[in-house]
Nanobody, 116 residues
Framework: QVQLVESGGGLVQAGGSLRLSCAAS????????MGWYRQAPGKQRELVAS???????NYADSVKGRFTISRDNAKNTVYLQMNRVKPEDTAVYYC??????????WGKGTLVTVSS
């Protein structure tokens, strides 16, 4: 059974930094894309950043230049380095992985709260 375990969320002041991690286990397939999504109260879940197996990356415009996504394939782990955070970055952050045959899996989410 595939499990995604997120860590690193918490309370941070505006302008500060936070690093999220997500470790995947239980998959017998190679992981194609790994990504982070977020959902703020009253809003839809949105893509924050993703990284493909070839390390090409994609970012939401709102986080470009502030957040960096990376992955460690040996550990099946994806990271999100969040710098210069803003109050509008407050949300539950979800890890997502995509494997062959159109399957994808989600973590349970980790709360990030940015105080002004």
């Amino acid at each position: 059974q595939v499990q995604l375990v997120e860590s690193g969320g918490g309370l941070v002041q505006a302008g500060g930094s936070l690093r999220l991690s997500c470790a995947a286990s239980g998959t017998t397939f190679s992981i194609n894309t790994m990504g982070w999504y977020r959902q703020a109260p009253g809003k839809q879940r949105e893509l924050v950043a993703s990284i493909a197996s070839g390390d090409s990356t994609n970012y939401a415009d709102s986080v470009k230049g502030r957040f960096t996504i990376s992955r460690d394939n040996a550990k099946n782990t994806v990271y999100l380095q969040m710098n210069r955070v803003k109050p509008e970055d407050t949300a539950v952050y979800y890890c997502n992985i995509r494997v062959p045959y159109g399957r994808q899996f989600w973590g349970k989410g980790t709360l990030v709260t940015v105080s002004s």
